[in-house]
């Protein structure tokens, strides 16, 4: 007996613990019955509903095309309904998909007996098996253990199908290496199994949700629908993508062709009409049955691909038979379908008999032309026939290759495969127009050609559409049996029958040069039309790629000679800035970067005024207008660009670092001029003399030095004499006086004042003297800690703590130590004399870059910056009256520089003040 599965169309939902209809199609029992979407359903033929499910059991006892008593409840109110159930029956699209179900069983089973030893070929039979149950697995509505069956078969097929597709893409014809190992197909499969997994929590119960039963597996459906789209859409991706990549063999690029165009045209219209809509909601949706008329397309372009895209074999002979009977078919169902169309065949009058002859007559040649051209393009011909259709679009895009070579190669073997010609070559007229063509490349020669051609034979005008040559060997033309032999020589090495002219603006710059077919026969006068069409497309290209090379060789010329210039201007030790009438920076050197501390694409478009604090581009603005070179000298910029910045930023708050130490520059603003001597904009020049300026600075204050030395050595030898006079006296005096105190303490005064003055005198003394010392190796850490013990208790009594920090590796200096120590006690003094109310010493010593440094640091007032330049200076000083002499640095300085050192000071007033002092180390000798 035939199980009738009664249906009323709707579809019932558990919400807010009531069944309510999800939807009603308008023209299902229940929708013609007067149901809607939102009705909540109360009772069946009496049978209180109190979920989604127990609707189906009540219909299955009413039966097929009974009537049954709806109660629904609707804006508040009860309505009872009447709905004749209806008998479910199959879309007809399920039983293509027994079909396609079929198709995939009968070529899995074909691949795996009959090409088992086929690439993947068991991998390729378990896809056809599991798409076969995708297709074939659908349950009755009996709901029992053979429906369970099914159902979890379809499933399971659903989600594990597409994912052993994309596994198969990836592994044919040779698998990667990370598919190979199991975390790879354990990454394809995952998501597969997840899918499952959630079907199957859903299903048992274990998965919870707030959703009712039925829209949870409303929505699993619709993501699985997405997903299996998904997944083939990606396998096709992979195979396009190993399509474009493989090279080695030409039929397995056709194997991925094919299997990646049959994955395309059969799941492209189901994506589209069917499964997007589905995945985003769509329930009623009209082109459900046309949306699987493609499915077969994957089966069969498959076993197409794996048996080597080709199912058989099919003879040139028959192919005008088979467009022929096509043709007939196809005219004939048109005839008869317009006569049942119309009625009886004998309630025909003759002239609607005429006519539908004609018609037939007619249409003939139209549908015999259409089955010949797809014939030839997806059975017959294939690859060659698009070539051959698509030639002439091929020499047009010839003129966008810029490598001659290249464009040459392409068009040689795109004539030679699609005429199949033997050999095809190109002959090219010197570009300076003058001289014979030339022979620029050959493509199919078997046998090598002589150095000497002569191809004056090559008009550089020709009065008909080629050259043709019957025979170039043997017995030859009439024609060119009076030609010189070196031409005909040639003609016979070259073994070409046709050259055409390639004609450009008049002028035929080439020759293109084929031979017969590959069976030794003429081109029809087709195939001559189409190689005279392509020749007027080659001279396009061969003009376009000669234009192209000369103007590339001019810009590699230009790129060199720009490059010479950014060369000279990169290897100038100055800073050199380009700026246009806008004063946007153009042109910033690698000098300007070290200089000013902005990169070249930071400076590159940018105003000078917000590069450069105001007080900077005031001086820039000064000579606008003006003629010739203005100079701006000895610049002092300080460090983060001086007045009109804030904390080492530009004026406009842009945030670029201007200057990071302080500079002095010579500037140099000059026009800067083009070729044609127009101005353009303006050069700005840097000279950094920063060391330039210190070194005369130095210059003038060792001079300054010289000078008073010689000056202090001739006034203290004068003052001495009398100064030794006046205070043996005042002894000689003293001891003649014993009694008379009062005049004792006026000539003990005496006594004290000139040896005050002979203390000048022989500090003047040492500061002038220019006699040799004698050097040796000093330990430096050692004459430092002397020293502060020799005022160590001067300091502690002054309120001073002493830090020394010395470094014990540090290696000897050649000096002379008694000088150094005088060098570190002025230095301890002036601190000392610095810090009244107490403070902290600072000295450290440590080795750097081959030389010894010390420092030496107090917390004292420090120095005022109008007063740093005169420090060194003998006899200034900023002490009280009777508290120096202002030689003190003086003679620190000299001793320094006579031991090859120097010595720079950094203070602020109320911080405190630095003195850094640097050594020359000892060199070790080295033995011999």
């Not at 037939?360 to 070539?387: C, G």
């Not at 590796?809 to 000392?832: D, I, T, Y």
Request: with cysteine.
């Amino acid at each position: 007996r035939k199980f009738r599965l009664p249906e009323d169309g709707a579809i019932w939902v558990d919400r807010n613990g009531r069944v309510e209809a999800l939807h009603v199609p308008q023209y299902s029992p229940a929708g013609r019955a007067g149901l809607r979407t939102g009705d909540v359903l109360l009772r069946i033929n009496g049978y209180k509903i109190v979920t989604a499910t127990e609707v189906t059991k009540v219909l299955l006892g009413a039966g097929a095309w009974q009537k049954a008593d709806y109660l629904v409840v609707r804006d508040g109110f009860e309505v009872p309904i009447k709905v004749t159930l209806a008998e479910h029956t199959p879309p007809t699209a399920l039983y293509y998909q027994y079909l396609v179900a079929l198709a995939y069983l009968a070529i899995g089973l074909f691949v795996f007996f009959r090409r088992g030893s086929a690439e993947r070929a068991t991998h390729f039979y378990i896809l056809c098996l599991a798409s076969f149950i995708l297709s074939a697995f659908h349950y009755t509505g009996k709901l029992n253990n053979f429906d369970k069956v099914v159902y979890w078969g379809n499933v399971a097929a659903g989600v594990f199908a597409p994912t052993i597709f994309v596994h198969f893409c990836l592994s044919f014809p040779v698998a990667r290496n990370w598919i190979k190992r199991a975390w790879g197909i354990a990454l394809v499969y995952l998501p597969a199994v997840a899918l499952l997994a959630l079907y199957a929590g859903a299903a048992s119960g274990v998965l919870r949700t707030a959703i009712p039963l039925i829209e949870l597996r409303w929505l699993l459906d619709r993501v699985w629908v997405l997903f299996l789209t998904v997944m083939y859409l990606a396998g096709v991706v992979v195979l396009s993508v190993r399509y474009r990549a493989w090279n080695d063999d030409a039929i397995v690029r056709q194997q991925l062709k094919w299997l990646r165009n049959g994955a395309v045209a059969g799941i492209l219209p189901f994506a589209t009409l069917y499964a997007l809509p589905y995945a985003v909601g769509i329930v009623e949706n009209p082109f459900v049955d046309v949306a699987v008329l493609s499915l077969p397309l994957v089966p069969l372009t498959w076993a197409w691909a794996i048996v080597r895209y080709r199912l058989m074999d099919v003879d040139v002979i028959f192919q005008q038979g088979y467009v022929h009977t096509l043709a007939t078919l196809s005219v004939l169902a048109v005839f008869y379908g317009l006569i049942f169309s119309l009625g009886k065949f004998e309630d025909l009058s003759s002239s609607a008999m005429i006519l539908l002859i004609l018609i037939a007559t007619f249409i003939f040649q139209p549908i015999r032309n259409w089955i010949q051209e797809q014939l030839d393009r997806y059975v017959f011909y294939k690859e060659s026939y698009d070539y051959r259709l698509t030639l002439i679009e091929f020499a047009r895009e010839l003129g966008s290759e810029t490598d001659l070579q290249k464009m040459l190669s392409a068009a040689a073997e795109r004539i030679r495969s699609t005429l199949s010609l033997e050999r095809v070559a190109f002959f090219l007229a010197p570009e300076d127009r003058g001289g014979p063509f030339q022979l620029e490349m050959i493509s199919g020669a078997k046998e090598r050609l002589p150095q000497d051609l002569d191809l004056s034979f090559l008009p550089a005008t020709l009065g008909k559409p080629y050259l043709f040559f019957e025979r170039t060997r043997g017995s030859l033309d009439a024609i060119i049996q009076n030609w010189p032999a070196s031409a005909r020589q040639t003609i016979a090495a070259l073994d070409l029958t046709y050259y055409i002219p390639c004609v450009v603006r008049g002028r035929t710059i080439a020759y293109l040069g084929a031979s017969r077919n590959v069976k030794g026969e003429f081109l029809t006068s087709d195939d001559l039309e189409l190689l005279q069409t392509i020749s007027g497309y080659l001279a396009i290209a061969i003009e376009n790629a000669r234009l192209y090379r000369s103007l590339q060789r001019k810009v590699e010329e230009y790129e060199r000679l720009k490059e010479f210039s950014e060369n000279i201007v990169e290897s100038i030790n100055v800073g050199i800035l380009a700026a246009d009438f806008e004063d946007r920076v153009e042109s910033w050197n690698s000098r300007m970067e070290e200089l000013t501390g902005i990169s070249r694409e930071q400076a590159l478009g940018r105003r000078l005024d917000e590069l450069f604090p105001p007080v900077l581009c005031r001086q820039f603005e000064a000579p606008r207008g003006q003629t010739g070179i203005h100079h701006i000298y000895k610049l002092t910029i300080p460090a983060g660009g001086g007045q009109g910045s804030d904390n080492g930023h530009n004026g406009d708050g842009s945030g670029l670092v201007v200057f990071p130490r302080e500079v002095t520059c010579n500037i140099a603003i000059a026009p800067l001029v083009s070729k044609d001597q127009e101005q353009i904009g303006r050069l700005i020049i840097f000279d950094d003399i920063t060391e330039r300026a210190e070194l005369e600075r130095q210059l003038i204050q060792a001079d300054k030095l010289t000078s008073i030395g010689l000056l202090a050595a001739g006034v203290a030898h004068e003052v001495n004499t009398p100064l030794t006079v006046i205070s043996t006296y005042a002894q000689m005096l003293a001891r003649q006086m014993p009694g008379d105190d009062q005049k004792s303490v006026l000539l003990d005064k005496i006594a004290r004042q000139t040896f005050r003055a002979s203390e000048i005198v022989n500090s003047l003394l040492n500061f002038s003297r220019t006699s040799t010392t004698e050097f040796e190796d000093v330990d430096l850490n050692r004459v430092v800690r002397e020293t502060v013990s020799l005022i160590e208790h001067q300091l502690s009594k002054a309120g001073i703590r002493v830090e020394v920090e010395c470094d014990d590796s540090l290696s000897p200096v050649r000096g002379n130590a008694g000088k150094l120590q005088q060098v570190f006690l002025n230095l301890f003094l002036n601190a000392r004399d610095a810090m009244e109310g107490g403070g902290t010493l600072r000295v450290k010593t440590w080795a750097e870059e081959g030389a010894a440094k010390v420092s030496v640091s107090d917390t004292g007032q420090g120095i005022a910056p109008d007063l740093m330049p005169r420090i060194y200076d003998p006899f200034f000083t900023t002490k009280p009256a009777r508290k120096g002499t202002g030689l003190g640095l003086a003679v620190t300085y000299g001793i320094v520089k006579e031991h090859g050192g120097s010595i720079s000071v950094e203070s602020r007033p109320g911080a405190g003040t630095c003195f850094r002092l640097e050594f020359p180390l000892a060199r070790k000798p080295v033995n011999a």
